[in-house]
């Protein structure tokens, strides 16, 4: 099956990057990472000055990461000299992330743009204000010569807007998203949060932020036909799908592979072709855009019809119906329809997939 894909005139051998993070923070680790099968590469963004990051710096559960990393620990002198040339010998395109300021983009691109087919530039820390991020956008188009990819960051408060603005300033597309926050991790050995940064606060990431990262996404491909690159809590290959539906042409990834190991990448990659084919596409190129319509609110009550067949008795649809329409007795399950909201919990929630009718 074709499972190659294009953004910006940028070919790759499938849609699944590593979003940039400390799995790319140097040629060893991006060169580790190529030999998972990525399709591309993407950087741990650069800047002028090496990071001085806290520690500790990243925690995680089985669904999401708080992390505090700011950008490369190390300067811009170690990727020009060692990091970049090290990885030119990777027969993958490679995205070089860099940031912030335009002063700082304008001293990085000419000393960087030999190394790598595109740019894409964190706008993490520069605050909401769009004027600026396009000032950023329109240098670096200028400077590159090569396609520029602007990152949004989850608490961008319009997404579309800011990939309108950067797209009208010369970026050739955005990659949506960073992560979100400030968040607060508690560790419940000792009720409070781990981190070394300032207030303890890092920036939230993983699986739990993908519903957050798909409507990004949908929300700017049904605005703006713009080549965008999904990110955000990717865990396997039928998320990675999901992103392609709603219109991202390929697809980063990260704290899965800190959740649950590098090989996950890999993972991904390998389930890529049975989870196109069992959603009846026959290349990767074929689901883009497939979950692009706009849909219009609906307020039809419809109640939950319960196959008792499947039907484990377990009452967890009684207890988790917020309208107290659910009783289970020790024989079945009875609905009652007055007081029954139609909101659809109960069948998200059934164990056993028994509950139907509600959820469209
Ligand atoms: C430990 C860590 C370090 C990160 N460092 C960077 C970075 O240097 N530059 C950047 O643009 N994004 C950075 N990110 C954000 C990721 O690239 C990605 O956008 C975000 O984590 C959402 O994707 P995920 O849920 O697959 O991790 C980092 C995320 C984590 C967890």
């Known amino acids: 099956m074709d499972l190659s894909t ?11 990057l590593p979003a940039a ?10 060169k580790y990472v190529a030999s998972l099968g990525v399709g591309g590469m993407v950087t741990k963004t650069i800047s002028t000055e090496a990071a001085k990051v806290p520690r500790p710096c990243i925690v995680a559960t089985n669904n999401y990461v708080v992390n505090a990393e700011l950008w490369s620990e190390y300067g811009p002198s170690k990727w020009i000299e060692e990091f970049l040339p090290g ?25 960087l743009k030999d190394f790598g087919d595109a740019f894409e530039i964190s706008t993490h820390y520069v605050g909401k204000d769009l004027h600026p991020i396009a000032e950023v ?23 579309v807007e800011f990939a309108k603005v950067v797209t009208e300033s010369g970026a050739a597309g955005v990659v949506a998203v960073n992560s979100l926050g400030p968040a607060y991790y508690v560790d419940p050995k000792t009720g409070h949060s781990p981190l070394g940064s300032e207030n303890r606060y890092g920036w939230i990431s993983g699986p739990v932020i993908k519903p957050l990262a798909l409507s990004i996404v949908q929300r700017i491909r049904q605005s703006l036909n713009i080549p965008v690159i999904g990110v955000g809590g990717v865990k396997n290959a039928e998320d990675v799908i999901e992103f392609l539906e709603v219109g991202a042409s390929a697809v980063g990834m990260l704290s899965s592979a800190l959740i649950f190991g590098k090989e996950q990448y890999r993972r991904v990659i390998n389930g890529l072709e049975n ?11 074929d689901a883009i855009g497939k979950k692009l319509d706009v849909q219009h609110a609906e307020f039809v009550v419809n109640n939950p019809k319960v196959d008792m067949e499947k039907c484990t008795l377990c009452k967890l649809c009684e207890y988790v119906c917020p309208y107290f329409a659910i009783e289970v007795t020790d024989r079945e399950v009875k609905v009652d ?8 919990l109960c069948e998200s929630r059934c164990p056993t997939k028994a509950i139907s009718g509600v959820l469209k």
């Open 337 to 344: 329809p007055n007081a029954c909201f139609g909101c659809g």
């Open 21 to 30: 993070g400390p799995l790319t923070g140097d040629d060893k680790k991006m």
């Open 275 to 285: 989870a196109l084919k069992n959603r009846g596409y026959a290349s990767v190129k």
């Open 6 to 16: 294009e953004v910006a005139g940028i070919k790759f051998k499938n849609p699944l």
């Open 137 to 159: 956008a329109k240098a670096a188009s200028k400077l590159a010569g090569k396609p520029v990819f602007m990152k949004v960051s989850p608490h961008m408060p319009d997404p």
């Open 87 to 111: 990885i030119q010998s990777l027969e993958i395109p490679k995205i070089i992330s860099i940031g912030y300021s335009k002063e700082q983009i304008e001293w990085l691109i000419p000393r």
